[in-house]
């Protein structure tokens, strides 16, 4: 059934404290909880209180001491009942017991690896004990835990240790408190053998904190990365947003099967353990950056999530939202905030755009759910940090400072709503921010279209600029949002060009806010025809169209002061080509050439860095292209337009990148750092476009796997290879499955190659994969390695016009569904491009998809996402 924004309500009962006793043992595990639980001034006598509930198994109830009738209470496969609670503050004890070990889900106590860890985010708690299951829901916490001391000499739970000790008949125990109230999706325990490595940080007050990584045995020194990364977001966020940590200890404990990246639980932050584990030999540059990315993200939901919660689950995008914004923010500030910007952009249109334009597109606020798992999407993150990024661009860095520091004092402790943020921006500015608001309940990728005309004689300038959104599932019409085009205006010899005055908008310094349907800008004083450059930095999720000629970007990506835009301008341009192309017109030579020598230029131009050269040499991806193309997409056709472009392009200048290539192998020692990243970077580019252009490239590329010294380098070999597929894929595929046997998340990265080849045989070779019966089939990781590469990055095979792509897709989701719903739903989104598609390939996404509905008894979780999948 569905669940409606509009019918929130607060519980009649309040849970004040809770006070939980975990007895931890191989065969099951109890739980005792205590919860002080209070009536709501208005609550009316006899309102029965309604506890969420999930696969437990109750032995006791008491309330106050008193064992309850059976008449007193219902404990049924939802929750539990009690009919007629005291009208005072009593306290609710329950036994339940636990089977973590069959717990497939990884939802609520689970077993992995050996080590008993909760994951308890959005709905686990209730798989626990019996709870009020729901964000809106502060207590404060205290949690006994007793284990055997041979299987879990570790115990942890959130906030601080306050006692620890022998519990007799070889069990230990260990007493945790948390002194702020939170939510119980915050709630984490661990219990296992693990090893850890320590270290302290000083807060800006003076407060020491005591910090710990703890993971397996052995993988002790692939966790100084990420401990690394945790100190500087901790003096990060104090530095940018003035926000120190609270408790004494921060503890984050590495698992191997997680469903998810990681969780911010309090103080006790759990994280899939290919976000933690870092070494040169194994783990690549993208993944260093990750782990420094993921580590701030999850410590800077200790204010945005954790301090300030949400007050229900449909303002998830109150606290990821805002916390992605502040882990993007980061890494510029840490890294490079141009390359940064392209990356995440990159992202937004590689994942989130198709999101927002297919099927499952919704508002990053909902108003309605049937499962919440499935709003943890990259609408809700990733558009919704786009939105905050709006915010902050709208109102300028100090007033959006402001904003965020009333946020912090008014609402400290609160579980709140997206309405209450955008109000303290208002109510710190004095800006009107109820328009602005539309992005947050408005799905769909905005479409907007610029013209622009030059007078000379009267000497001035127009922009027309226009907005529309198309209609999505359940919005058919849509309203005009707030749009803010940071822009520039560039004279014919590449410099910036005044203006005298512009009448017709709202145009501020170096912004234009676009809040109606269609503007038309009159710039005067203009003294030559400019170009326009227009959405610097990327200042608004949008889709641009714009009449601007390929001569024109080829402009732009010499001239603007803008990298993003410098970088944008290439993109569209040979974007621009390929559409052509895959539409039938073939591009003619002027073109190719004026393309590869804006491309030679920048790879020679010394003044940028390596980093933001191997971006500009990037082709867009085929799902960037099929957008643009729009419908009827056959991405077969895309893939070879794309491979056309780029053999047409590089293959007369292979020498001058074989050249610049070996020009950038370096002998330093590794280090994840930004200069030396950047370099191989453009140095693995480079390679890519060389075996994808000329005949010598694989050779060059086979050398580079045997020889290189750290994982950026030799898996950026194997992949490009086993991409293409070429001869030499199936024996470099074996040497890297055997030379790193033994370590997952190694083998991890051979699953995704595997996942990757272009051939028609690459879905038998998944299958046999997944056959073997030495496969982990039940790991999160290694499945979505395998199949979730497979859907969203290699569209040629998945989208086969025979079907079987499809098919192989939905075989998969039938089987892991009954184990782990959350991973099978995940894959299943994979299909959300069918509508694109051409009617041959549509007619067979079709058909594969109505058969799993056919066949029936699937989760709630991929239900859900196929019913949405098909009623487009
Ligand atoms: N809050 C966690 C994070 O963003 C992710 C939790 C994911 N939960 C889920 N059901 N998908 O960092
Ligand atoms: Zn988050």
Redesign the pocket.
């Known amino acids: 059934h569905t669940i409606y924004l509009k019918d929130y309500a607060p519980s009649p009962y309040r849970i004040v404290s809770v006070d939980l006793d975990f007895r931890i043992g191989e065969e099951a595990t109890r739980v005792r909880a205590q919860l002080t639980v209070e009536p709501r001034p208005e609550t009316a006598p006899g309102t029965p209180l309604v506890l969420d509930g999930e696969e437990l198994s109750l032995s006791s109830i008491a309330i106050d001491g008193a064992p309850l009738m059976l008449s007193a209470y219902a404990a049924g496969p939802q929750g539990l009942t009690i009919v007629e609670p005291p009208l005072r503050r009593f306290v609710l004890e329950t036994e339940v017991s636990l089977q973590p070990e069959g717990n497939t889900k990884l939802m609520g106590l689970y077993r992995s690896n050996g080590v008993w860890c909760t994951q308890c ?2 709905e686990g708690f209730r798989r626990i004990t019996y709870y009020l299951d729901r964000p809106d829901a502060l207590a404060t916490f205290k949690v006994t835990m007793t284990a055997p001391l041979a299987l879990a000499p570790v115990l942890l739970a959130n906030g601080n240790l306050v006692a620890k000790g022998d519990a007799g008949d070889g069990r230990h125990f260990a007493v945790w408190e948390d002194p702020f109230p939170k939510p119980a999706y915050l709630f984490a325990l661990v219990a296992g053998d693990l090893g850890s490595i320590t270290d302290s940080f000083t807060t800006a007050s003076g407060r020491k904190v005591d910090l710990a990584i703890y993971c397996e045995h052995g993988k002790e020194d692939q966790c100084d990365w990420a401990m690394d990364s945790l100190k500087r977001s901790m003096a990060w966020d104090e530095r940018r947003f003035g926000r120190e940590y609270d408790l004494d200890m921060f503890n984050i404990v590495a698992v191997s099967d997680f ?6 639980n309090k103080g006790l932050n759990i994280f899939n353990d290919r976000l933690v584990f870092a070494k040169p030999e194994t783990a690549t540059d993208a993944n260093y950056a990750g782990i420094e990315r993921v580590i701030a ?2 410590y800077f ?1 200790n204010w945005t ?1 954790n301090r300030i919660t949400c007050r229900d689950w449909f303002q998830l995008c109150l606290k ?1 939202g805002l ?1 992605v914004y502040r882990d993007q923010e980061f890494s510029s500030d840490e890294r490079s905030r141009a390359v940064q910007r392209i990356h995440d952009v990159q992202n937004l249109r590689s994942a989130q755009f198709p999101e927002d334009g297919g099927p499952l597109a919704h508002a990053p606020r909902p108003d309605q759910y049937r499962e919440i ?1 499935n709003f ?1 999407t990259t609408t809700v ?1 990733e558009k919704g940090a786009e939105i905050v990024r709006m915010l902050a661009t709208l109102l300028g860095e100090a007033d959006f400072r402001k904003g965020m520091d009333l946020y912090f004092e008014r609402h400290d402790g609160e579980a709140t709503t997206i309405e209450a943020f955008l109000t303290v921006f208002a109510d710190a500015t004095g800006v009107d921010l109820e328009q602005f608001k539309t992005w947050y309940l408005q799905a769909g990728t905005p479409q907007v279209t610029v013209k622009d005309a030059y007078d000379a004689a009267s000497q001035t300038y127009t922009l027309t600029i226009s907005q529309k959104t198309e209609p999505t599932p359940g919005q058919p019409t849509k309203s005009p949002l707030v749009i803010p085009i940071k822009f520039g205006l560039i004279g014919p010899n590449g410099s910036p060009m005044g203006w005298n005055a512009v009448t017709g908008g709202s145009v501020r310094d170096d912004m234009i806010v676009l809040d109606q349907e269609s503007v038309t800008l009159t710039f005067s004083g203009v003294a030559n025809k400019p170009v326009p450059s227009l959405f610097r930095g990327f200042s608004a999720p949008v889709q641009v169209h714009s009449d601007l000629t390929q001569e024109d970007n080829l402009f732009l990506a010499r001239h603007d002061s803008d990298p993003f835009n410098r970088w944008e301008a290439l993109q569209d341009v040979s974007t621009a080509l390929m559409v052509d192309a895959a539409r039938g017109k073939a591009w003619g030579n002027a073109a190719i050439e004026a393309l590869r020598s804006a491309l030679a230029e920048t790879l020679a131009n010394d003044s940028l860095d390596d980093a933001f050269k191997a971006q500009a040499l990037t082709i867009p991806d085929e799902s960037l292209i099929a957008r643009a193309i729009g419908s009827d997409v056959d991405p077969e056709r895309v893939h070879a337009v794309r491979s056309e472009l780029i053999r047409a392009v590089f293959a007369p200048i292979a020498s001058t990148l074989e050249a610049a290539y070996h020009g950038l192998t370096s002998t330093v020692p590794y280090a994840p750092d930004t200069a030396q990243s950047g370099r191989r970077s453009l140095r693995n580019r480079l390679l890519s476009l060389l075996v994808q252009s000329s005949d010598g490239g694989a050779a060059l590329a086979a050398k580079q796997y045997g020889e290189a010294t750290n994982m950026t380098d030799r898996l950026a070999a194997l992949a490009v290879i086993g991409a293409q597929w070429t001869p030499e894929a199936p024996a470099l595929l074996a040497d890297f499955r055997t030379r790193f046997a033994g370590d997952p998340l190694v083998f991890d990265k051979w699953l995704t190659v595997s996942a990757s080849a272009h051939d028609d045989g690459v879905i038998e070779r998944m299958r046999a994969i997944l056959a073997d019966p030495s496969f982990p089939r039940n790991n999160p990781n290694r499945l979505r390695s395998l199949v979730g590469t497979f859907v969203m990055g290699n569209p040629v095979q998945f989208t086969r016009a025979d079907g079987a792509g499809f098919r192989f897709v939905t075989e998969f989701v039938t089987d892991v569904d009954t184990r782990n719903p ?1 991973v099978a739903a995940r894959v299943l989104t994979g299909f959300r491009i069918w509508p694109l598609l051409e009617p041959k390939r549509r007619e067979a996404a079709r058909s594969a998809l109505t058969a799993l509905q056919a066949a029936g008894s699937l989760s709630r979780n991929s239900a859900d996402i196929l019913t949405r999948m098909l009623a487009s």
């Open positions: 985010e959005p469903n998810f990246g990681a969780m911010e993200h999850e939901h999530g990821e916390t798992n943890y993150y959350q």
